[in-house]
């Protein structure tokens, strides 16, 4: 597979180490009074979609940038790629 | 001899050699095939189920039947195809799947048996009675198991690995492919073209014709010139494209040397990683027979190969050749082949057509209407029964070639799941439109067979792939060549009270399909597992359509209804050794060194791999014959006086910036936050899911600048966590790591005596207690400037320090310090007095945090702290793994004899031992030269409030039994005053 890294274009997917669910960065509001049972989701519950699905790709041969890569998971087409930290940015 | 005029062999250039003992002849450009048919050897191996006389069948990679073994000793491979190996002088090749000789093998006597070895006979026959599976069936199932032999010897050769990244792969380098690589590369587009034959050329090799009023061999040399010439071509000939892969990447393995008789100095076959941004599949076609009677014995081949063998090796397929030669087809490229052997001058007794209206194309006679019904012959055909209208006549021949159609090689087109489609016209599974993104299909491989056809598409086909890529092409004219006749109609197999073989190389039957289908095995997934059908070596390429017909007519549907064969790479077999590309032994990963490796090994030390690392095990002197002398030499200079170690392995993260003190504070399950500049606190991280993963120091060296460190395991799995909580949980935190790991050698100065030796490299730093007390940190210099940081640190419990310098400077430092210290016997140690030097201390490490260890197992529960929210730490707090009672001690055996051994369970006086009274278990356990015996850590429920107490630790695989007694896992200096002295 290839990946195209944001800022450094098409890289081989040898270079990267794959963590999964982008899900990963919404960590729970650790002061909520649930906070146990939504941890425990956090940390133990995925979606296994077949089809689309946003995950974590981590450049640990490159730049160490983290990824959240879209990539449909039946035919390995990544159809959209951005730095983690932009996007957690965002959901902040 | 079977030896005509012609071909594309070199007549002056003779190769010896030999097949099972006997010496031959052949000609440079042979193939180990051409070259035995051209000796007369028809007879080249045994079948594997009911090792039934087999002879060569092909003339490509297809082969079901010519397996042999070739070379020997460690170069010995087995299943090798003869079909596709180039002649070399003194090859060496042997027949497989035989007991006693090729001509008379023992196991024969299986084709005998065969009414009981039909389709599912290992399901049904070795089912009972249960005890058997084990012991009586599995291993004769598998002796028999299995073809060729390996040689059980480490494999000589090399092999190398490469990439490539053209605009444009070409996969085949026939009619089409050299027409579409030519029409791309004239564009100005980057191609590559591979073949996995010799040479380049394709169909056209075998088949003479015509191409713009020339041969078409003048054709293809010309195109070849042509290509050579150009800088953005690359020509692959011996390269099988094998995968195609995600976005582009293809497999691919070239054959270097193989073919040489001494491998020239060369690797044996590269492993190539073909990126391409358009590919054009034109892999052309594999022709597939017609099941009958007795169709298996040797001297009856596809017609196609027979052309073959006649065109470009100038070979006939009977071992007498005034003996004549029939075809047997459906089609009318079967009598393309009549009319080569016309041409040749070999006698053609004449096409046996199925079809009710053929007639002949040449100087031969055609039986319309007929088909064949039986063969005879002693391990070589002799004769065949025509059967016309009812009437049957046995017929000599000499050899027979059989043509039923040819089927498009879809196999890579098809590795992203995409099933070809049927084509009722070209009676035949042509691609869909579901080829791998970026892949175009062009020529035979898409059913456009004919030399005209393939021609033109291969410039349509290019013209499509340069306009996705953005080129201009260039016009030009397409080359006038010659549409071959290709009629065909539907005939799949003559029905017969014999067996009729439909995969030969598993020897599948027309017989097994209907037994199959009999026994409602008709999916054709289930018919594959049931029967074996396209399951060896050859992955059915000449069988797997032929068996879908035959299933289809049983069940009265079509083809197209009954399924499609779904192909997965490789597309011919790939041997392991290539697929590593030379990544074996020594070379097998790479080796990180320690920065006083040189110094190390001046020693005589021995090594041990920790992790990527070579770090110094221990260091023998003169007179030491055992590990343990060395080892607790080492341990003792450590507690009396001082020794030196390199901890270099150990992580080391740099953390700076203005809220580095905030993120680590988040990343530590303790308190981080308070640390004050200068000084080092020992922390524990967590996973999220609240157990312990890793523990070290963080020392704060300014007031944004910390530095952390990991256990050597970890260093690369607690970087990558930190920068994702840094990345993905709190961007907004002004911090930065860096890996200094292998920037800064680290040394463990530790013993009584480490101050004193330290104070005589220190530059002006005072290092008293009392200026730098346990857990400070400073950046400073020693040896007259040099940059260096330095930890009051203790791993062994010892006064001890850690010591940093630039990595280039760690040898020298090392030297330097024994030198200085040779008055306070300074002793360098490795890795295992550091262990025993651990366990002494009761400091646990890997052996301990196996990733299902709490903080409180390790009895740091208290660290954990609850005031802040840190990664683990609300999970850390649930009901089971707050309630967890399993506790880190130490053990010392009751018999001081007896040894303590890692892995032993703990269970209480008196009990059995089985898993219902396990207590816990050693993790770590040493001869500790302070204690004078073995000791032990591990887990113990409730080990806190058992001290004293007496208990077994078994090791039921070795049938040990110690008895142990409960002690603090501080066998040295419990209350912690060396380190602070």
Not at chain 2, 254 to 265: F, I, K, N, P, W
Not at chain 2, 611 to 623: H, L
Not at chain 2, 627 to 651: K, M
Request: charged share 20%.
């Amino acid at each position: 597979m290839l990946i195209p890294h944001p800022l450094l274009g098409l890289r081989d997917a040898q270079e990267f180490t794959y963590l999964g669910d982008a899900n990963l960065l919404n960590r729970p509001d650790p002061t909520a009074p649930d906070a146990e049972a939504a941890f425990c989701d956090y940390v133990f519950l995925r979606d296994n979609p077949a089809g689309k699905h946003r995950e974590l790709w981590f450049h640990e041969q490159g730049d160490r940038s983290w990824l959240v890569v879209t990539r449909d998971t039946l035919t390995h087409e990544i159809s959209d790629v951005e730095l983690a930290t932009d996007v957690a940015r965002r959901g902040k | 001899m079977t030896r005509i005029q012609g071909g594309l062999i070199n007549r002056d250039k003779k190769l010896n050699f030999t097949f099972n003992g006997t010496s031959y002849q052949g000609f440079e450009g042979d193939t180990l095939a051409s070259a035995l048919l051209a000796n007369g050897v028809q007879l080249v191996g045994r079948s594997f189920k009911y090792h039934r006389p087999r002879g060569i069948y092909t003339a490509g990679s297809e082969e079901p039947n010519a397996l042999v073994e070739l070379g020997t000793g460690a170069r010995l491979e087995p299943n090798t195809r003869a079909t596709v190996v180039e002649l070399f002088e003194g090859l060496s090749a042997k027949s497989q799947n035989h007991m006693g000789s090729l001509e008379r093998d023992l196991l024969a006597v299986n084709d005998l048996m065969s009414p009981f070895l039909a389709a599912g006979f290992y399901y049904k026959t070795f089912m009972w009675p249960r005890v058997f599976w084990e012991k009586v069936y599995e291993p004769i199932i598998r002796k028999a198991a299995g073809l060729g032999s390996l040689s059980m010897l480490p494999d000589p050769d090399s092999y190398d690995r490469g990439f490539l990244h053209p605009d444009l792969l070409v996969i085949g380098g026939g009619a089409a492919g050299l027409m579409a690589a030519l029409t791309a590369a004239r564009a100005g587009a980057e191609v590559v073209i591979a073949d996995e034959d010799s040479r380049l050329g394709g169909r056209l090799l075998s088949e003479g014709g015509m191409i713009d009023d020339a041969p078409a061999l003048d054709w293809v040399a010309c195109v070849l010139d042509e290509l050579s010439s150009m800088t953005n071509v690359k020509l692959m000939a011996r390269t099988t494209v094998f995968g195609a892969y995600d976005h582009g990447i293809f497999g691919a393995v070239e054959r270097v040397s193989e073919h040489l008789a001494d491998g020239g100095g060369k690797v044996r076959q590269t492993y190539w990683r073909i990126t391409a941004k358009q590919t054009i599949l034109a892999s052309g076609a594999t022709e597939r027979h017609i099941p009958f009677a007795d169709n298996d014995r040797p001297g009856i081949m596809m017609a196609g190969a027979m052309r073959s063998y006649a065109n470009r090796w100038a070979v006939t397929p009977q071992r007498d050749n005034k003996a004549p030669v029939a075809i047997f087809t459906n089609n009318d490229d079967g009598h393309r082949t009549a009319m080569t052997l016309v041409e040749k001058g070999v006698p053609v007794l004449g096409v046996v057509d199925a079809r009710a209206n053929a007639s002949s194309f040449g100087e031969y006679e055609t039986f319309a209407n007929a088909t064949v019904t039986g063969s005879h012959g002693r391990k070589g055909l002799s004769s065949i029964e025509v059967t016309r209208k009812g009437s049957a006549q046995w017929l000599e021949c000499g050899a027979l070639g059989v043509s039923g159609g040819w089927n498009p090689n879809v196999h890579l087109a098809s590795h992203h799941r995409g099933r070809p489609v049927w084509n009722e016209d070209k009676l035949t599974f042509v691609p869909d439109n579901n080829a791998p993104k970026g892949m175009l299909i062009a020529g035979a491989a898409r059913g456009n067979g004919s030399t005209r056809e393939a021609l033109a598409d291969g410039v349509l086909i290019a013209k499509q792939a340069l306009m996705a890529l953005g080129i201009t092409p260039v016009s030009a004219a397409v080359p006038v060549a010659g549409e071959e006749a290709s009629a065909i109609e539907a005939f799949w197999h003559v029905p017969a009270k014999k067996r009729a073989w439909v995969d030969f190389q598993n020897d599948v039957t027309v017989k097994d399909i209907k037994l199959a289908h009999q026994e409602n095995m008709r999916p054709v997934e289930h018919l594959k597992r049931w029967t074996t059908l396209g399951m060896a070596t050859d992955q059915g390429k000449t069988s797997n359509v032929t068996a879908l017909a035959v299933m289809a007519e049983l069940s009265s549907q079509t083809i197209p209804e009954t399924g499609t064969t779904i192909f997965r790479p490789p597309y011919t077999p790939v041997s392991m050794g290539v697929l590593g590309g030379g990544d074996t032994g020594a070379n097998f990963r790479p080796h990180r060194l320690t920065p006083t490796d040189t110094f190390a090994k001046s020693q005589g030390a021995v090594f041990t791999e920790v992790g990527q690392w070579m770090r110094a095990q221990y260091f023998p002197q003169e007179g030491e014959t055992h590990w343990r002398q060395s080892v607790d030499r080492e341990a003792l200079a450590v507690r009396s006086s001082v020794g030196i170690c390199d901890v270099t392995t150990l992580g080391k993260i740099d953390v700076q910036g203005k809220d580095a003190g905030e993120f680590l504070h988040r990343v530590y399950a303790n308190m981080m936050g308070t640390l004050k500049e200068g000084m080092v606190r020992y922390g524990l991280m967590l996973r999220e899911d609240g157990k312990l993963y890793d523990d070290g120091t963080c020392a704060r060296l300014g007031e944004n600048h910390y530095v952390v460190t990991t256990t050597t395991a970890n260093a690369g799995i607690v970087f990558q966590r930190m920068e994702f909580a840094r990345q993905c949980l709190w961007p907004d935190l002004d911090v930065t790591l860096i890996s200094t790991t292998d920037a800064w050698a680290q040394f463990a100065i530790a013993g009584p005596n480490s101050r004193k030796l330290l104070e005589r490299v220190m530059d002006d730093m005072d290092i008293s207690n009392e200026a730098f007390p346990f857990m400070a940190c400073r950046a400073t210099t020693v040896c007259g400037g040099l940059r260096a940081r330095l930890f009051r640190i203790s791993f062994s419990g010892e006064l001890a320090f850690e010591l940093a310098v630039p990595a280039r400077y760690g040898n020298a430092l090392m030297e330097r310090l024994l030198n200085l210290g040779k008055d306070l016997n300074a002793t360098p140690y490795g890795t295992e007095a550091l262990g025993v030097l651990r366990i002494e201390k009761g400091h646990s490490t890997g052996n301990e945090l196996t990733g299902q260890t709490t903080a409180a197992m390790i009895g740091l529960g208290k660290m954990v702290s609850a005031k802040k929210d840190s990664i683990g730490s609300i999970m850390s707090r649930r009901e089971g793994l707050a309630n967890e009672t399993l506790r880190l001690v130490g053990f010392e055996p009751i018999d001081s004899n007896q040894p303590v051994v890692t892995g032993s369970h703990l269970i209480n006086l008196g009990d059995p031992v089985d898993l219902e009274h396990d207590q816990g278990w050693i993790t770590s356990a040493a001869y500790s030269p302070h204690v004078g015996s073995s000791i032990g850590l591990g887990y113990l429920q409730n080990g806190d409030q058992r001290m004293g107490e007496e208990i077994v630790a078994a090791n039921p695989l070795e049938g040990q039994s110690v008895r142990v007694r409960v002690v603090s896992a501080h066998f040295v200096d419990p209350k912690g005053e060396r380190l602070r002295d």
